[in-house]
Structures are given as C-alpha cells and as structure tokens.
C-alpha cells in the first residue's frame, strides 16, 4: 500500500489549495477514503471521508462548506479542494485508507501553511 499527498504549501488566508493523493498497491476503488490533519502540538484531527464511490461523503464541522472531498477511481486518486483557508487549517494533511472504521494505512503527509 502507498499513499502519496501532493498540493500542499504557504497560501494567504482566504486563499484555496487542492491536495492530492495518488493510492497504489491495492484496489482503491474497493476503499473508503479520509483526509486526516494534523498541526504542531495536536493530536490528528480528521477532516472529511468519502466512500467507495463517491457517493456518501462527511465533514467535521470545522470544514463544513469550505473544504470539497472526491475521488477519481480510474487514476486511483484521492482530492482535497480547500477554499476560505484560515489560519487553524495550518497543519500537515495525510491521506488514509479507511478498512473495519479504522486507518490502516497513512501517507505521508503534505504540509499546509496558512499565513499573511
């Protein structure tokens, strides 16, 4: 299994970034998918999921209507569209692939800094 985050980096607030996240080494389609967070000092935070196809699809109240989770099952990708950024969305962003409620595998991670 690999997961690997791209799309990250400094933006103003109120600014928009899209995050990546291209999924080898097993049949993505057959996965349901999150966004998870992390920012320094903090536990990981998750921010959004989608299911297999695309069809159901949840947030944490924090994102709600500013972030946009999809996926694109024939290129194996998995997007984060982020708009309205603010300061305490700043935080390294990982991929997961969701198996039995739980996490299984991580990326590594692309960073977001949100910042005047």
């Known amino acids: 299994v690999q997961l690997v985050e791209s799309g990250g980096g400094l933006v103003q607030p109120g600014g928009s970034l899209r995050l990546s996240c291209a999924a080898s080494?097993?049949?993505?389609?057959?996965?349901?998918m999150s966004w998870v967070r992390q920012a320094p000092g903090k536990g990981p935070e998750w921010v959004s999921a989608i299911n297999t196809g695309g069809g159901n699809i949840d947030y944490a109240d924090s994102v709600k209507g500013r972030f946009t989770i999809s996926r694109d099952n024939a290129k194996n990708t998995l997007y984060l569209q982020m708009n309205s950024l603010k300061p305490e969305d700043a935080a390294l962003y990982y991929c997961t692939r969701e198996r039995g409620g739980d996490s299984d595998s991580w990326g590594q991670g692309t960073q977001v800094t949100v910042s005047s």
């Open positions: 080494g097993f049949i993505f389609s057959s996965y349901d």
